[in-house]
Every structure is written in structure tokens, then in C-alpha cells.
T-cell receptor, first 111, second 115 residues
């Protein structure tokens, strides 16, 4: 079982839809969490950090549930430009520091 | 441009050759990370530096791979005796220190193709 798991999708949604992605992590010592987006053949770009209290940035909302060990990303009012792969990222610092990426969830927003 | 810079962007080489990639981090960042990414997967952590000290190495980093950051600024990743399985995108990222709570910023990557 992978340490960070995501539904690979693809999610195909119309413009204006709301879409949610979940990501589960298995190491309870994980300490910080992020969502990145990656366009085809490009580098990952930080979308947002995920805080324990949940946080929002425009149309994007991230939540962390430490008890159930998952994080989520909600995208409201989807735009064509939101089409990308969304990567869940976890940092842990036990047994040495490590950053673990999920395999990503692909999103296609269509007109 | 003050982002993370990687060179070359593309490298094509024959199996068995040695290759070296360079990464210039964001200047005020003292942490530097190397990743490998293959198609359909997320980036896989290879190693990271705090200033010039290499603090963590993944078991993915076989003895054919070596990374250096001699002056705590730019870093190099060398692969010796390349194999076809080394074909991948090699990504570099940097961040301020902060016990792993700071997000990492990525360069454009070096795409390696082994013939």
C-alpha cells in the first residue's frame, strides 16, 4: 500500500461544476500537507498549503482530517483552466525527513 | 527570473554514459531537493540538502546516483552508467528551512532519455 493515495480519476466535469478530491495518508506522524497542480509535461506548482483548521483561497478550499488521515481539495465554479493533475503532498520528519507525493488526480473541465 | 533553474532541459544519451544535471535554487532557500518523476506517477523523493549537508537519501538513490551541493548554493545530480530505467523527468525544488512545513518550489525539470 502506498503511503499517500489518491483516486487517479479522471474526473470529467462541466464548467461551473464543483469537484472534490480526497487523499489519504498512512503515516500518522505526517506533519505538513500541501496540494500542487501539475500541467502536462510541466513542473508541479504549489496550489495551497493545508492547515488543520482548513483554509480557503478563492474558489479552492482545503481540509485536513488528522483523525481519519485524509486531506481534501474542493474546487468551486470550475474553469477550463483548472484542467490539470492535482497532487497531494505530505511531509514527515520521523525516521528522517521525507516528502511523499500522491500519484495525482486528473481533472478535465469541459465547456 | 528568481525561481528554481535547472539545466539542461533535455538530455538524450546512450545507455552506459554518465550524465550530470544542475539545479540553482531560489537564492534565499537553504533546502534543496531532488525528485524523479515517471509518466503517470507523482514525483519520487531522491535526496535533500540543508545548505551543503546531504541529510537524507532515498533507497531509490542507488550507488550509480550521486548528488552534491558543495557551497550550499547550486547542486548537481550525477548518474553513472545510465540504464534505460533511468529515463524520467528529474525535478529539483527548494524551500526555506522550517522543519518541513515550508512548501517547496520546483524548477522546470530535466527530461532524461536513454537510448
Amino acid at each position: 500500500r502506498k503511503e499517500v493515495e489518491q483516486d487517479p480519476g479522471p474526473f470529467n466535469v462541466p464548467e461551473g461544476a464543483t469537484v472534490a478530491f480526497n487523499c489519504t495518508y498512512s503515516n500518522s506522524a505526517s506533519q505538513s500537507f500541501f496540494w500542487y497542480r501539475q500541467d502536462c509535461r510541466k513542473e508541479p506548482k504549489l496550489l495551497m498549503s493545508v492547515y488543520s483548521s482548513g483554509n480557503e483561497d478563492g474558489r479552492f478550499t482545503a481540509q485536513l482530517n488528522r483523525a481519519s488521515q485524509y486531506i481534501s481539495l474542493l474546487i468551486r465554479d470550475s474553469k477550463l483552466s483548472d484542467s490539470a493533475t492535482y497532487l497531494c503532498v505530505v511531509n514527515r520528519n520521523t525516521g528522517g525527513f521525507k516528502t511523499i507525493f500522491g500519484a495525482g488526480t486528473r481533472l478535465f473541465v469541459k465547456a | 527570473d528568481t525561481g528554481v533553474s535547472q539545466n539542461p532541459r533535455h538530455k538524450i544519451t546512450k545507455r552506459g554514459q554518465n550524465v550530470t544535471f544542475r539545479c540553482d535554487p531560489i537564492s534565499e532557500h537553504n533546502r534543496l531537493y531532488w525528485y524523479r518523476q515517471t509518466l503517470g506517477q507523482g514525483p519520487e523523493f531522491l535526496t535533500y540538502f540543508q545548505n551543503e549537508a546531504q541529510l537524507e537519501k532515498s533507497r531509490l538513490l542507488s550507488d550509480r546516483f550521486s548528488a552534491e551541493r558543495p557551497k550550499g548554493s547550486f547542486s548537481t545530480l550525477e548518474i553513472q552508467r545510465t540504464e534505460q530505467g533511468d529515463s524520467a523527468m528529474y525535478l529539483c525544488a527548494s524551500s526555506p528551512s522550517g522543519q518541513g512545513r515550508q512548501p517547496q518550489h520546483f524548477g522546470d525539470g530535466t527530461r532524461l532519455s536513454i537510448l
